[in-house]
């Protein structure tokens, strides 16, 4: 962070609010310290209000020795019947955590929880596993094996439960028939730097998967298999999340090869890769289950943690330090610069009461074109920097709820006015650390980087703006 930002670290909440006709008793400084202070305030507690601690124990109870209930719906374990957990996710160690807290005593030890390489918490009964995100690892192909080496022992008396959050795509990743690991990661890097939305990216990685695509659900049939869901798309769509293991897939091979097409990738990926989806194609390997399979009779999804449920709480507790508040939109996506030139533009004519606080969640894309160091918060936070261009009284934050944004050890970053004069000073570029997609060196320098570390939690991304 920058000094000023550094200075503000240390603030405490509940300290007197900035409102309009006050101003003159604060000077400028102390105005961006406050702001600064508050947005990291508002985004914290935001996470919070999302956080695995808060949302297992809400959606799931103990009712006796047999009967356990998931948001409201009674589940009676037969006297042989098992429960056995599953997880997949950043959330995924915290949700197993406190699901063990709570159902102590009825968890059978063949459970398996899978998370992200530095997202570890210990574990009582399950056992845990690190893999790689975003780009699959070696660990993330044991972690698909042991899964569905479970799943293929649960019987009609046994009850699952899937801890699904964001990032299962990855952590979940097994090898088709015919390719390698190399393969099928250099498939997921191409993804990410290609600009496709997650919808995009986890149709395709369902088509190479034996695990996605609602095939776990066919494995562990017929046992009763109960989701509990951290939505990291825009619009919470089951079938996304995770690449939908437990839920019937509505797109098609055919829909595979189109998005390959739109972002010029088909003659990009592995032959190996190509050859397994033409046959997909025609026919020789079967498509993901559908809606009204069987196998699906059984399963039950219940949605815990939304980025709908983070938004509200950050405008409560905006409002709780004086701020007059508005959620601008919920379902966010589109190129990151794009975004942050809408928004600043809407901090600029904004007409309400000050102090202000403007809210947006979902999720951005950036097109990986340079060969910088970043994500798309902190593209976002850069290219809203200089859509500020020093005009004074608006401090934006963006980022990622899960505390991760891109390949790096940020969650996002803090732009005001500031910013672009620390860069000044330091004679730095922003627009070719932008062109180049090197965010992170940029604020590294000039100041701004926000470094929460895992927050066990992933409900995408939060835009927070401040008007003082």
């Excluded at 997949?88 to 699901?99: F, H, I, P």
Aim: include cysteine.
């Amino acid at each position: 962070m920058g000094d000023e930002q550094k200075r503000a670290s240390g603030k405490k909440d509940g300290k007197e609010k900035t409102t309009q006709g006050s101003e003159s008793f604060l000077t400028k400084n102390d105005i961006i310290i406050s702001a600064i202070s508050d947005i990291q305030t508002i985004f914290m507690h935001a996470v919070s209000a999302v956080h695995p601690v808060q949302l297992i124990r809400r959606h799931v109870q103990v009712k006796d020795t047999s009967t356990i209930l998931i948001s409201g719906d009674e589940y009676v374990l037969p006297p042989q019947g098992r429960l056995i957990v599953l997880g997949a996710g950043k959330a995924a160690a915290a949700m197993a955590q406190e699901l063990e807290k709570v159902l102590e005593g009825h968890i059978r030890p063949e459970g398996l929880v899978v998370t992200k390489h530095g997202h570890a918490l210990p574990l009582q009964h399950l056992v845990l596993l690190e893999a790689g995100h975003p780009v699959p690892d070696q660990h993330s192909v044991e972690a698909s094996r042991r899964f569905l080496e479970i799943a293929a022992t649960a019987g009609v008396q046994d009850l699952v439960i899937l801890l699904l959050s964001g990032g299962a795509s990855s952590l979940l990743a097994d090898v088709p028939e015919g390719s390698t690991l190399e393969d099928v990661q250099q498939l997921f890097s191409l993804l990410l730097k290609s600009g496709a939305g997650i919808h995009e990216m986890n149709i395709v990685r369902k088509h190479l998967s034996k695990i996605k695509g609602g095939w776990l659900a066919q494995n562990i049939y017929p046992a009763t298999l109960c989701s509990l869901v951290l939505s990291d798309v825009v619009g919470d769509d089951l079938s996304v999340i995770g690449s939908g293991p437990a839920v019937p897939d509505p797109s098609t091979f055919a829909d595979t090869i189109a998005i390959l097409e739109k972002y010029r990738l088909l003659a990009l990926i592995p032959y190996s890769l190509r050859e397994y989806l033409h046959d997909g194609m025609a026919g020789t390997i079967p498509d993901t289950p559908k809606a009204g399979d069987a196998v699906f009779a059984r399963v039950r999804h219940y949605l815990a943690g939304t980025n709908h449920i983070a938004l509200e709480a950050a405008a409560d507790k905006a409002r709780s330090l004086g701020y007059h508040t508005q959620i601008l939109a919920a379902d966010t996506t589109g190129d990151a610069h794009t975004v942050a030139e809408t928004l600043i533009a809407a901090a600029r004519h904004y007409q309400g009461p000050r102090p202000g606080c403007l809210l947006m969640g979902g999720e951005t894309t950036v097109q990986v074109t340079g060969d910088g160091k970043g994500g798309r918060n902190q593209q976002l936070a850069l290219a809203a920097a200089i859509a500020l261009d020093g005009q004074t009284g608006i401090t934006l934050l963006s980022a990622g709820t899960d505390g991760t944004d891109g390949p790096t050890n940020a969650a996002g970053a803090i732009v005001d006015a500031y910013t672009l004069k620390k860069a000044a000073s330091l004679q730095l570029d922003p627009q070719q650390f932008l062109q180049q997609q090197d965010a992170w060196t940029f604020f590294s320098k000039a100041g701004g980087l926000l470094i929460t570390g895992p927050t066990q939690t992933n409900v995408m991304d939060l835009m927070i703006v401040l008007l003082t």
